[in-house]
């Protein structure tokens, strides 16, 4: 089992920045993909960003592509989504997920463990 716990969200103003943390416990951190996903009210969940196990390769959804940057430090057991230019579209809940495999993915059915998500509103 792994715990996830993300933080960071928070009411932003259009064209800042916001870099969101997720903390992992109860596995070995090395042997997860991290993703990241969102869910604005009244639509589905959607990929924002994922990482290999030890960072070399990183995805991302063509909406978020020059503005969104995913990292990880497995000494940390910590993910993060560094987000800059934040536009009023990026406002939803954002939501870390672990996969245990070696293979990135785009869909969120894939992914073993989620944390609960925190929320990112950004004002116009």
């Known amino acids: 089992q792994v715990q996830l716990v993300e933080s960071g969200g928070k009411l932003v103003q259009a064209g800042g920045s916001l870099r969101l943390s997720c903390a992992a416990s109860?596995?070995?951190?090395?042997?997860?993909?991290m993703g990241w996903f969102r869910q604005a009210p009244g639509k589905e969940r959607e990929f924002v960003a994922a990482i290999s196990k030890f960072g070399a390769t990183t995805e991302y959804a063509d909406s978020v592509k020059g503005r969104i940057t995913i990292s990880r430090q497995n000494a940390k057991n910590t993910v993060y989504l560094q987000m800059n230019s934040l536009k009023p579209e990026d406002t939803a809940r954002y939501y870390c997920?672990?996969?245990?495999?070696?293979?990135?993915?785009?869909?969120?059915?894939?992914?073993?463990?989620w944390g609960q998500g925190t929320q990112v509103t950004v004002s116009s």
């Open positions: 997920a672990a996969r245990y495999t070696s293979r990135i993915s785009y869909m969120s059915a894939e992914y073993d463990y």
């Open positions: 109860g596995r070995t951190f090395s042997n997860y993909v």
